[in-house]
């Protein structure tokens, strides 16, 4: 079993940052890819970005030139830096890790963007 140490959500005015952080631990053997999904109260759970294991990045159109995923192979670590956020980013964020064929997923944590 995989285990995830979700930090980082909170309420933030928009126009503010946050930085989410996903640390897995336990039955890890190979990560193909990491990231992040979100979803909006009454909205279908949606991809924010991805990282695999060389490297590459994956954006959603909504979220491209204001977020940035990052990971750290030796901590088993993804992070998701959020600039200029707006209400309409306002869900619960989980992260998760593929290690092919299966997908675990962490248990989210909640971001709130409002004034």
């Known amino acids: 079993q995989v285990q995830f140490a979700e930090s980082g959500g909170g309420l933030v005015q928009p126009g503010g940052s946050l930085r989410l952080s996903c640390a897995a631990s336990?039955?890890?053997?190979?990560?193909?890819?990491m990231g992040w999904y979100r979803q909006a109260p009454g909205k279908q759970r949606e991809l924010v970005a991805t990282?695999?294991?060389?490297?590459?990045?994956n954006y959603a159109d909504s979220v491209k030139g204001r977020f940035t995923i990052s990971r750290d192979n030796a901590k088993n670590t993804v992070y998701l830096q959020m600039n200029s956020l707006k209400p309409e980013d306002t869900a619960v964020y989980y992260c998760?890790?593929?290690?092919?064929?299966?997908?675990?997923w962490g248990q989210g944590t909640q971001v709130t963007v409002s004034s």
């Open positions: 336990g039955s890890i053997f190979r990560i193909d890819a």
């Open positions: 998760y890790i593929t290690m092919a064929p299966l997908t675990s």
């Open positions: 990282i695999l294991s060389g490297g590459l990045t």
